[in-house]
């Protein structure tokens, strides 16, 4: 697409963060920008923001005048099979992420990063890594997408010298047409959003959006344990069809036999493979230890993120210091205090299975669980044997508690919770000493709060004042 703007009709769905800076870049280029919202409005400050730019907008539901457009630019809070999207589908009106539209205008690389689990990680510890190369070569990073930081906020920001490091949903893929990353990364693929997707395969069809458009000069970065991504790319029609240099990662086998450009583990070292040069830049042990970002799930995140960055030519000196000082990331398994013996962690970004089952797999036992919320279509038979293991008790919460207590009731205790203070009391009640009291949800927070960050921040305040 071009980023020719000017004097266009453009509607953009959903009044929140990324709607709103979709709105902002599309008036700083011209464009005339209607904005349509299904909720009511909550905040003035949005509307006279609005207003002052010019954008005309509409709250409490969409109308005809969602039609009356050259395209539209949709939010990822907007689910794709939302009656007014198949509407403008039928009409034939282009439909646009903010993540797409963004790029239109973005001069400086690419570097996107997408997955069920570990993407927000992955992209902050890319940042990291091209934060600190920026520092000796001149350029700056910028961490934007899902992370929390929209795209159109930052993109005119960028010259062709900085690096953007873009974590992508789903939903934000789900429209992107002709975005190109320099390097795209994909950590895994496991059943989520499957309230939002038709099947499971329409759900990773959105996520192998990150790499449609690439081509011979650009990169991408594949995990190779994940089942899902093995099966994807063992295909020989898929790998037939692959125009860019393809470099995946993995801890259970030398890819080095096999993939010109690579990542893997050897001997207890974390080695990359670039142009057919083997490099050995960590020790496996040195993230495992890390107190603060530990874990086999962390491991990978690392080599994704080193792989990525030493395909835009930064040095393993560099890739090796930025994770050895990397601090981890808050609500991921993120150690809040001890009270009488008992660890307290907080693990409110785990919104799917998957993640509650690296929590399992990190977190040593006896642990008392706090788990459930707004239910995205969860099937827990894969942590059941963590559960059996490793959970002496579960505290049920939210909508999904019921759901929860059957899933896990005929193997440990399960006790019931309807806030978060009652989960944290009971928890502490149940919990004794060298135990650990791990909030690890496998469900999205919106039955109860804004974001899982709230959630965590909820979690963490409770537990501060145990």
């Known amino acids: 697409m071009t980023n020719d703007v000017k004097n266009k009709h453009v509607v953009v769905l959903g009044g929140k963060r990324s709607g709103l800076a979709a709105a902002r870049l599309l008036r700083k280029h011209g464009a005339k920008v209607f904005l349509s919202e299904r909720e009511e409005l909550k905040q ?19 109308t005809d005048k969602v039609f009356d457009a050259d395209f539209v630019v949709i939010s990822p809070g907007v689910p794709s099979n939302a009656p007014v999207v198949q509407q403008l589908e039928k009409a034939r009106i282009k439909i646009f992420s903010e993540i797409e539209m963004a790029s239109w205008f973005c001069k400086a690389r690419i570097v996107a990063i997408t997955g069920t689990n570990g993407k ?42 900085d690096i953007a490091v873009v974590e992508t949903s789903s939903f934000q893929l789900d429209h992107c047409i ?91 070292w974390l080695t990359i493979k670039i142009n057919g040069e083997k490099e050995p830049f960590m020790k496996e042990e040195e993230i495992l230890n890390n107190v603060n970002f530990r874990g086999k799930h962390n491991v990978y995140n690392s080599l994704a993120a080193a792989v990525a960055a030493r395909a835009m030519d930064v040095k393993k000196e560099v890739i090796r210091e930025s994770i050895a000082a990397f601090e981890g990331v808050e609500h991921r398994i993120e150690f809040v205090r001890d009270v009488s013996g ?39 038979t894969k942590v059941l044997p963590l559960v059996k293991m490793k959970v ?13 207590e059957t899933a896990f009731g005929g193997l440990t205790k399960v006790v019931k919770a309807t806030t978060m203070d009652d989960a944290v009391k009971l928890a502490q009640r149940e919990a004794t000493k060298g135990d650990t009291v791990l909030l690890s949800p496998a469900c999205a927070s919106f039955d109860m709060f804004s974001g899982f960050e709230e959630r965590g921040e909820v979690y963490k305040r409770l537990v501060s004042n145990l």
Not at 54 to 60: I, P, T
Not at 199 to 214: G, L
Not at 345 to 352: V, Y
Not at 392 to 404: F, Q
Request: aromatic share 10%; charged share 30%.
């Open 44 to 62: 003035p400050s949005v509307k006279a923001e609005l207003d002052k730019l010019r954008v005309k907008s509409e709250f409490g539901g969409h």
């Open 120 to 161: 927000t990680t992955t992209t902050i510890v890319t940042h990291r890594i091209f934060e600190r190369a920026g520092k000796a070569h001149k350029y700056r990073a910028f961490a934007v997408g899902n992370i929390g930081q929209p795209f159109a906020d930052y993109v005119d920001e960028m010259t062709e010298n």
């Open 178 to 268: 002709s975005f190109k990353p320099n390097v795209a990364v994909i950590t895994n693929i496991t059943p989520n959003h499957l309230d939002r997707y038709k099947t499971f395969e329409d759900y990773a069809a959105a996520k192998y959006r990150i790499f449609r458009k690439q081509t011979k000069s650009d990169t991408l970065v594949v995990n190779l344990d994940d089942e899902t991504l093995k099966k994807q790319f063992s295909k020989k029609d898929v790998r037939e069809k692959l125009r860019m240099r393809f470099a995946p990662i993995s801890l259970e086998r030398d890819l080095s036999r096999t993939y010109d450009t690579c990542g893997y583990l050897k001997d207890g």
């Open 392 to 404: 002496k008790c579960v505290v049920a919460l939210g909508e999904s508690r019921d759901k929860v």
């Open 342 to 380: 008992v660890h307290f962690i907080n693990d409110s970004k785990s919104t799917s299975v998957n993640a509650l089952w690296y929590a399992l797999d990190t977190i040593p036992a006896p642990i008392v669980l706090i788990a459930g919320g707004r239910d995205k279509g969860n099937d827990y």
